[in-house]
């Protein structure tokens, strides 16, 4: 354990943010799963109330990833990945739709 009252703020400190950024990652993590869940219903029973919902997710995912790069959560890259899988795997069930 640090002795040096400017080193005991830094430990302080660096747990507060772990804290914080680990609650953005958990969130972009639930939206992520609730987005691809709403994709599964909507394939299961197609509807525009469905894809309502899907785009809804969607938005809802994007704006925290949005929020997570530019508090510094996730690298920018990580972040256009994450949207970018996103936005894949609806085009994979429009795709799957259209070809059956």
């Known amino acids: 354990m ?5 080193a005991l703020k830094r430990i302080e400190v660096a747990e507060r943010n ?12 639930t939206l992520t799963k609730n987005y691809l869940a709403a994709i599964e219903a909507h394939q299961a029973n ?9 785009e809804a997710t ?8 949005d929020k997570a790069v530019k508090c510094g959560v ?3 890259n990580t972040g256009a990945r994450k ?10 069930q429009e795709a ?5």
């Open 58 to 65: 969607m938005a809802a995912a994007y704006s925290k990833i």
């Open 83 to 92: 949207k970018s899988r996103i936005a894949r795997a609806l085009k994979a």
């Open 2 to 6: 640090a002795n040096i009252k400017s």
């Open 96 to 100: 799957a739709g259209a070809a059956s």
């Open 74 to 76: 996730l690298h920018a």
């Open 46 to 54: 197609p509807s525009p109330d469905s894809l309502k919902q899907v």
């Open 18 to 29: 772990r804290l914080h950024n680990r609650s953005y990652k958990s969130a972009v993590k």
